[in-house]
């Protein structure tokens, strides 16, 4: 499985971006595609993940109730639609999969196999 991320950018705080990550190669129900994200200095962090099959989303507390994650099972895309972005949103963002069958998508990096390219995001004040 290859992961292609793109949609980042430079949007002022309170803005919005669209994030994409389209998978090459087939995607089994069983998977869990997740959005990670990289502040300079700091570890990789989860952001959100969804189950292919079942459509269970889980995100961390920073993003709750400002960034949504979903997926097209028919183009093998995942999404992360990021709203009112905040300055500390600033980061590298990673698409990720995890081909190991969960209820819930995982939010340890190290449960995810396979991984993208980042994508930048860069939130001014």
């Known amino acids: 499985v290859q992961l292609q991320a793109s949609g980042g950018g430079l949007v002022q705080a309170g803005g919005s971006l669209r994030l994409s990550c389209k998978a090459s190669?087939?995607?089994?129900?069983?998977?869990?595609m997740a959005w990670f994200r990289q502040a300079p200095g700091k570890e990789r962090e989860y952001v959100a993940g969804?189950?292919?099959?079942?459509?269970?989303?889980t995100y961390a507390d920073s993003v709750k109730g400002r960034f949504t994650i979903s997926r097209d099972t028919a183009d093998n895309t995942v999404y992360l639609q990021m709203n009112s972005l905040k300055p500390e949103d600033t980061a590298l963002y990673y698409c990720?999969?995890?081909?190991?069958?969960?209820?819930?998508?995982?939010?340890?990096?190290?449960?995810?196999?396979?991984w993208g390219q980042g994508t930048q995001v860069t939130v001014s004040s």
């Open positions: 969804i189950t292919w099959g079942t459509g269970v989303t």
């Open positions: 990720a999969a995890d081909q190991t069958a969960k209820r819930r998508p995982g939010t340890r990096r190290l449960e995810y196999n396979y």
């Open positions: 190669g087939r995607i089994f129900s069983t998977y869990t």
